[in-house]
């Protein structure tokens, strides 16, 4: 069951971009800042523009691009914000030789002013964003309001790096940092691989799973690492990192997904303990992944129980729970739970905080999700569940888990302005109330979303329904 509506949602500020935009993250060390970046399909010299071309109708589409079409010039850029009271002003601009495709801080704490981009010719590169501090007397911008001298260099670069033996024909389309072990990562590709990619700690070197880890009859899209696990309650003082999973999906309609030991070994020549696993319940390309872990419970066991979140061509989210292949020995265990259709391509998928559990209702969770929609716009979604494992009996008289989840998605808001692709949205970390302030009834997310062709970018805040829980 699901609402389709939700509430429309009106911008608080919109600005035209220069180069279209293709992909948008805030600074988790800096989180008044983020990131855009832009992806333009350059003309021949000798053909001129048409009398009744505007801006952006030359641009190829990112979620077009074929294996075939690498020898086309692309270039982009990386333009920086700072959003302060719901304004955002940009600050930097660093022009790229190539069109940048995806772009997202590194997650540990510690690391989080790292920004990784991979390009439309194999390249990946690294930044750190270092905001100085303002001196008084300035402008919301970094600039001080008399003599309007600019701030200077924010985003720095650190380095390009490139994996051996791919040349530049090879377009990186997507790539996802591991949650927990800093610089690994897995890296998709418009030939249909995903590699897995280690990045030394000076951001000068890499190690690289040679073969491919999955591997997709057309283009990959989309990677993603499962999330760690809950801690138990008492772990051990001296234990193993338990193994991960790693998910993608293609162009061929295929979410694809495998379980690796928590060491990396570049020189192991078999990563995976056991094969591969495809699911076919997509009907186009799979475009979006966000897994998650369910709230501890006493009602149920899913410690180890992956909710996964996919989007895809086919305009519709689907909510899957996956049992991890090293759980299962090697045996698929999927569910799909719940399927919506959003009206236009689901291009990407950002929570909006952790699944958390809902007080008096025993084993029930919930998560907000932002949703990119390529012809429908951004979409704020409310995910509500009840259960996860529970034990049975199996026969001989052991014991197993079977998988009991009832799963309903609403719409909460969404948001309509933006008249051309929407690939690229977040939300912010500090100016966003998850939880209602005292006297509210109900919490507001404040997003930022882009759209291709018109090169928008938009402001706009979706209310929350009262939710109970504590956000993680």
């Known amino acids: 069951m699901a609402s389709l509506q939700g509430e429309s949602i009106s911008s608080m500020q919109s600005m035209v971009l220069d180069l279209p935009p293709s992909c948008i993250e805030f600074c988790p060390a800096h989180p008044s800042y983020f990131v855009v970046g832009t992806y333009h399909l350059e003309k021949e010299a000798d053909e001129p523009p048409s009398s009744t071309e505007t801006p952006g109708d030359n641009d190829e589409d990112p979620s077009e691009t074929k294996a075939g079409s690498q020898s086309q010039s692309r270039n982009g850029s990386l333009i920086v914000f700072e959003l302060q009271d719901g304004q955002v002003h940009a600050v930097q601009t660093i022009p790229q030789p190539s069109a940048v495709f995806d772009l997202h801080f590194q997650p540990q704490g510690d690391k989080g002013d790292i920004c990784a981009a991979v390009s439309s010719t194999g390249t990946i590169s690294f930044f750190k964003l270092l905001p100085p501090s303002p001196p008084a007397g300035t402008g919301p911008r970094g600039q001080d309001d008399e003599t309007s001298e600019p701030r200077g260099e924010i985003l720095r670069p650190l380095s390009v790096l490139r994996i051996p033996d791919l040349g530049e024909d090879i377009l990186f389309t997507y790539f996802a940092w591991h949650p927990t072990d800093a610089g690994l990562m897995a890296i998709t590709t418009a030939g249909g691989q995903v590699i897995l990619v280690q990045i030394h700690d000076d951001y000068q070197g890499l190690d690289v799973s040679h073969e491919s880890l999955l591997e997709h009859s057309m283009e990959a899209w989309v990677a993603a690492f499962s999330s760690p696990p809950p801690p138990p309650p008492s772990p051990p003082a001296e234990s193993t990192p338990p193994p991960y999973t790693v998910f993608s999906g293609g162009d061929d309609s295929a979410l694809k997904y495998t379980t690796l030991n928590s060491s990396f070994n570049p020189y192991t020549p078999t990563l995976t303990p ?4 495809t699911l076919t319940n997509h009907t186009a390309g799979v475009t979006a992944l966000l897994p998650l872990y369910l709230p501890a419970s006493p009602h149920h066991h899913h410690q180890h129980l992956i909710l996964l979140l996919t989007g895809s061509y086919d305009d519709t989210l689907r909510v899957f729970t996956i049992e991890p292949l090293h759980t299962t020995y090697g045996a698929r265990k999927a569910t799909l739970l719940a399927e919506i259709n959003l009206g236009g391509g689901v291009w990407r998928l950002n929570a909006i905080g952790n699944p958390v559990a809902v007080a008096g209702r025993g084993g029930a969770w919930e998560v907000i999700v932002l949703a990119s929609c390529m012809h429908a716009g951004p979409r704020v979604l409310r995910i509500r569940g009840v259960g996860g494992q529970e034990e049975e009996e199996e026969e001989g008289g052991g014991r197993g888990a079977a998988v009991n989840v009832n799963v309903e998605v609403d719409v909460l808001g969404r948001f309509e302005e933006h ?27 404040l997003c930022v979303s882009t759209s291709f062709y018109d090169r928008l970018l938009c402001v706009w805040k979706c209310k929350l329904p009262a939710r109970e829980g504590d956000i993680n």
Do not use: H, Q, T
């Open 419 to 445: 008249k051309s692709m929407n690939y690229g949205s977040d939300w912010s970390r500090i100016e966003s109330r998850l939880v209602p302030s005292a006297g509210e009834k109900r919490g507001e997310v």
């Open 274 to 277: 056991y094969p591969a696993i």
